[in-house]
């Protein structure tokens, strides 16, 4: 009866689930501290109270040197590009593009062929233009295979492992998504890509090919297939960039109590 108690007040609307540094935490932790109170446990956090204090980062932000120039034309925070919450924060002198389909490097599996779309690319100290996702006509064998090196975190170490600059995500016309740009959004890891990564509209990667005569839908259909396609580089095209990505910090506590024990006596104090 006392645990369905419990249950029942830690899991009322009100308390919105427990999040650390929320409203609802500091109702959870003051309803335990009250009842280690009742049951007799001694305060063991900060200051003789049941509490105990912590710093932790509770998301990210983009801050305020952030900026997109390819050629002499700037891009628009929030509305053609938008940095990747695991980025590098740094800035990237005007640099070449290449494209690289998908941004998939994995080996070979049980009837499955290796895909590599780094093949016969130089990447060295160019950015790295590649698809947000996998292509959309992999078998549902394929799919499970890729699942870990399609994520955005591994084509950004991938890009990093083979010496790219920077890593240009786009999610493409085909993906269907209803945002284009990936979303800022902090994924309870704090290690970093070791390198500025971005995510652009495809409208403006669709002007990055068609002024060089190619077509994004096209490309992107053309991949779709899974058959393993070569890359290019977007020649005369070059991008700066500066990378600003700040740790949002916010308090969450503990509860701890102490059961002290007479040791001379042999029993609790309660």
Known sequence: ADAVRHVEYLCRPQLGGRLTGTKGEILATNYVALHFETLGLLPAGDNDTYFQEFEFTSGVSAGPDNSVTVGDQALTLETDWRPVAFSTSTKVDSSEVIFAGYGLKAPAADGIEEYDSF?????????????????????????????????????????????????????????????????????GSLAGSGLPVISVTDAAA???????????????????????????????????ASVDIRQEKKKGRNVLGRLQINEEQGYFLA
């Open 206 to 240: 669709a002007k990055w090919f068609a002024d060089r005569k190619k077509d994004l839908v096209k490309i992107q259909k053309s991949m779709d297939s899974g058959e393993p396609a070569m890359g290019f580089p977007l020649d005369g095209l070059k991008i700066a």
């Open 119 to 187: 093949v016969h690319l130089d990447v060295k100290d160019k950015w790295v233009v590649a698809f947000r996702f996998m292509p959309e006509n992999f078998t549902p064998e394929q799919r499970q295979h890729f699942s870990r090196f399609s994520s955005l975190r591994f084509k950004a170490m991938q890009a990093r492992d083979l010496g790219a600059r920077g890593l240009i995500i786009v999610s493409g016309p085909t993906s269907g998504v209803k945002e284009q740009l990936v979303p800022l959004q902090f994924d």
